[in-house]
Nanobody, 124 residues
Framework: QVQLVQSGGGLAQPGEFLRLSCAAS????????IGWFRQAPGKEREGISC????????YYADSVKGRFTVSRDNAENTIYLQMNSLKPEDTALYYC?????????????????WGQGAQVTVSS
C-alpha cells in the first residue's frame, strides 16, 4: 500500500524550532520529487518547499527561505522539514507530498501522494 505517514509538529513558541518527518511505504521516495505544503485556516494550500527527484533543484517560498530546510534520507525512505526561527504566521496544517517526475515545480495539483497532515502551532 502506497502511503506517506507524517510525524512531528506540535506547539512551539516564537523563535523555537520543530521538525516534521514523512515516511514513505509502498514506494521509494528517492525516485520521486518531494514537497512540503501548508494550509492555514481560511487560506489556500501553499507550497513551501519542493525538491526535484535528483535533488539538484530545491525551491523555498519566500516566507520560509533561510529558516526552513528540507532533506531526504533515501536509506530511511523518509523526508524531513526542519523549521527554525518559527513565527506565529507559520501556524498551519503541514503536509508532505510526492510526485512522479523530476520537476520541482511546487504546485499542489501536480502531486500524487500526500501525508495525513501535521498541525504546527506557534504561539507564546
Amino acid at each position: 500500500q502506497v502511503q506517506l505517514v507524517q510525524s512531528g509538529g506540535g506547539l512551539a513558541q516564537p523563535g523555537e524550532f520543530l521538525r516534521l518527518s514523512c515516511a514513505a511505504s509502498g514506494f521509494s521516495l528517492g525516485t520521486y520529487a518531494i514537497g512540503w505544503f501548508r494550509q492555514a485556516p481560511g487560506k489556500e494550500r501553499e507550497g513551501i518547499s519542493c525538491v526535484s527527484r535528483s535533488g539538484t533543484n530545491t525551491y523555498y517560498a519566500d516566507s520560509v527561505k533561510g529558516r526552513f530546510t528540507v532533506s531526504r534520507d533515501n536509506a530511511e525512505n523518509t523526508i524531513y522539514l526542519q523549521m527554525n526561527s518559527l513565527k506565529p504566521e507559520d501556524t498551519a496544517l503541514y503536509y508532505c507530498a510526492a510526485k512522479n517526475g523530476n520537476s520541482w515545480y511546487c504546485a499542489a495539483d501536480e502531486f500524487d501522494y500526500w501525508g495525513q497532515g501535521a498541525q504546527v502551532t506557534v504561539s507564546s
